[in-house]
């Protein structure tokens, strides 16, 4: 490391290629924008910006040392992983914050994610995939199951499927419900509260209008899903139907199709996919305490990413994936 | 959708390629079978053909409407699984007959199958494998832990896992063990009434002997492997036990290999294959309350059809495959 | 299979490849290895040694009716996997010793290893991946899915999740954890006794020094992880723990790649990554009473064979694979 260190600017570049990656997250790739969820982040839970940065400066100098592409490295494709990794395990985590044993897991975790991203993306690369946030999502899954619920060093959580019964069936609060739209744009980065949200929401719409109108939109959507599979209020209420709807309408709305009313229905028809595949799979995994994290939202892009027929044509190769 | 219905030849059209369709599930491909079949589903209950039609008709115009290749809907190929989704979401929803409301998830259903087609084409094309009923697959078990057995809207039953143990152990009755197999091979299209089962088998028998006696073998087997793994009473008189076996032995032993003894004989181990995985994947599946569907099926057929060595050579290249 | 035995060194031949095959379960590929380690098992139990012998005929046999390449025969690899499967079916068996209905599993399962080796090896040389130990994981999963815990015929033993809370909190003892890193060795065979868990260790040994201590250094690894994650203490005292470790550990540091420091590096780190996702996926399908076998280790070692980056360098191809 230290070798690296010598260069001054090095420390520079890192915190340039961090923020880049938490832009990645959102399907964003702006330092500026990155500085501005950071700011949100810190601003929600100081503990959870912490984890957050932490995650990010791991994995992104564990591809420095593994060697990974430097184009990859420099547009922040190895950060995002880790980042997202780092604050899920702080959310779930049972011990409250400023729990410093907590540091080992998220630097353990982050950098398995360069393993994995690595790794996949020679599998993927074959159906010019991206490898998105697979990585994250499979290491938190294992990181969880690792330590189980009653670990006497890491415990945590267990996640609630949104499909279980509510035992005081309270009447819905529509106020609320259209309070978990944006909401549902924090929840991206594991964040509840309204002011973050809003400042993150901020973030996307300086990198791109469009992106963030399809934010709103999937999450909207998302909510939609929700309400007609009649899950928990708190869910609603929460943002967390929302999310993967909101990744899935980003996804092919704003980043990987050309945009025209064709690729802004499929962008819909995704992010409906997605936000019943995510109900679907909470349910599936909450019966082990698990949460289904962002699996819905990725499997939902990859899917339309792999769409033959007239709308392939639409379709932006992964190279040049640029803000639109 | 009204630029199409201009032509009037093309309600006919997509009649006949509706027709096609539902052949496809059996792994045939003739539209006179496909009415029969389609009269022995009204026959059995006209709600369910009521479903299998809409479902058919649906992700066919979903198919027609994405652009997908024109040769590949003329020939059935996007029908197929919204059928079998449309009919797996009839019968396990618990509101019983004519409830209105089902359409809704039984049109979102078959219209995301084309979406599931079209996606998995583009990975499984690389080793030149069918995507057979894998969207289908995939598509009834998001729909079913999407809503749950308590789901205001949309309830269903729980499957009974194959092995789970019978309170009031009575005696195996031979008779109905045999009556088991013709149903297994109505039990492709989730019907388990015996006239109609009856005709679904003439309707293959119409289009190929050797698939008829492939299907009624591979459900023999079946029913044999249930057997020797003791299975509950019910899985065997109804056919559910054979209905994997037989979708096993036709893929190999009709279609996908030219014949041969040798292929006969990896036809049977197919068979086995089938019906051991399937009561394996249902014991899985069961402890959540899932269904494990053709499942088994589908990936003992994909296996092996990925076969090496000698026996590879007797296999037909998915473009050539015809009637035998 | 009488045109084969005419020749009477057949029975010779297939002797040698059967030993092979024996080696290829720990990474190596030595008769004389082989024998040693087929020693061992029958001296840890007759029985076990009578089924994994079995197992490994029953499954040559097979690739050689099948017309498998020679060579792969020749080598040894179609044999491990029915090996492994038979010598599983006998330890989870809850029928006791000399129960011979097992022997009808144990002669299907091997038979059926082939077609999973020859299938997925269509699919993994795409990305010059091994086949490994895929196929061993994937059948015995489904036979004890298949048979469940009150099978009539066939009953087993429920595996117990490592993370499962221990009723009387007893303390560890540091010479019984120290004991089970030899353990983790043997336990790659499913033997859980320490003189021929030793045995096997010489046998690797004899084949590639490097090899040897990689697997102690695994098994070390693998304790150390169990220890961090408080796993329950029987796991530690039997190996359970250190197994996964020690395989991930010898496929990266004595197999896959050429030796140097940055590739001993990779091999700690494939160690303790094998380790966590063991424990993580144990305790998943501990669930519903099911081993995660080499799971673990299969997997991350896949991982890294997919890696690219400065460390892909490194890398030996499949077919120069050789003895370090």
Known sequence: LDEYMQDKSFVLQLGVWGLRGVTRVILANNPLSGALILVALYWASPWQGLLGTLGILVSTLTAVIMGQDSAEVSGGLHGFNGMLVSLLIGVFSSTGDWYWWLLLPVCLGSATCVFLFSGLSSVLDRWDLPVAVFPFNIIIILYLLCTGQDNPYFPHHAATPPGALELNGTKLIATEVIRGIPLGVGQIFACGALGPSLLILGAVLLYSPLLAVH????????????????????????GLSGFNGALGCMAIGGLFFAISWKTHLLAIASAFLSAYADIALSNLLGTVGLPACSWAATLTATLMLLLTGSLAAYRIPIGQVRAP
Chains 1, 2, 3 share one sequence.
Not at 215 to 238: C, E, F, K, N, P
């Open 215 to 238: 934010a709103l939109l999937g999450s909207a959507i998302g909510t939609l899903a929700g309400l007609s599979m009649a899950v928990r209020h708190d869910s609603l209420y929460l």
